[in-house]
């Protein structure tokens, strides 16, 4: 069972450049996101999915675009990559937690180290 | 606004001490509050649910507390280890309105010296 898995876990581009992030979830679970954790700032949502074929923005959504075309993919997209999208990002999912009205348990992927330069 | 405090940022503790987090929430309505554990260079994983009706829940050398009418919680680490070291994330899920998005503290950062 492998849970979470996002890829590329490194990834080093030029300013301008543009490339995708992807997150595969093997649990069938309803909802995905996508976080950017920076020193000092603690994780950040970028953008959401509460199920297949719908996002939404998050918290710092500008210069991020995402797809979730297939239940099990969530995909994270740089258009132009900028040196102030130097970060790690998580890829997470859950599902709602019965009785309570919340959410589940958030399971993480290992993250995807960019360096933009 | 949704908002979780938590604190201290940073902690130093020796081997074998005990150590308390704090996590302050004003998230509401409440669902539930989970502790996560974050390794150096890898993705969060739980530690354990507060949901409204539990006050108390332990999981080894760790023990969660909550508080649902002063909205806090702490989690208690007895005897550290070194493995210990790491970053302690409290989030809050509400019940409704946007309850698919949690609302994340910045973390404590604690570090167990040999």
Redesign the interface.
């Known amino acids: 069972n492998a849970g979470v898995t996002q890829t590329p876990k490194f990834r080093v581009l030029k300013t301008g450049q543009s490339m995708t992030l992807l997150c595969a979830q093997d649990m069938n679970h309803e909802y995905m996101y996508w976080y950017r954790q920076d020193p000092g700032m603690g994780l950040r949502l970028i953008h959401y999915s509460v199920g297949e074929g719908t996002t939404a923005k998050g918290e710092v959504p500008d210069g991020y675009n995402v797809s979730r075309l297939k239940k099990q993919n969530f995909l994270l997209g740089l258009e132009s990559a900028a040196p102030s999208q130097t970060s790690v990002y998580f890829c997470a999912s859950s599902t709602p937690l019965a009785g309570t009205g919340g959410i589940g348990e958030l399971f993480f992927g290992e993250g995807s180290r960019l360096t933009v330069l | 606004k949704n908002q979780v405090e938590q604190s201290p940022q940073s902690l130093i503790i020796l081997e074998g001490k005990n150590c308390t987090l704090q996590c302050n929430y004003t998230v509401s309505?409440f669902?539930?509050l989970?502790w996560?554990k974050q390794d150096t260079?890898?993705?969060?994983?739980?530690l354990t649910?507060m949901?409204?009706s539990e006050n108390t829940k332990s999981n080894g050398r760790y023990t969660a507390t909550l508080d649902a009418d002063t909205k806090q919680s702490s989690l208690h680490i007895t005897a550290s280890q070194l493995s210990d070291s790491a970053s302690y994330?409290c989030?809050v899920?509400?019940?409704?309105g946007g309850?698919?998005?949690?609302t994340?503290?910045?973390?404590t950062s604690l570090i167990v010296h040999p």
């Open positions: 309505p669902s539930n989970r996560y260079g890898r993705g969060p994983v739980s649910i949901t409204f994330i989030v899920s509400a019940s409704t309850s698919y998005i949690p994340f503290g910045r973390g």
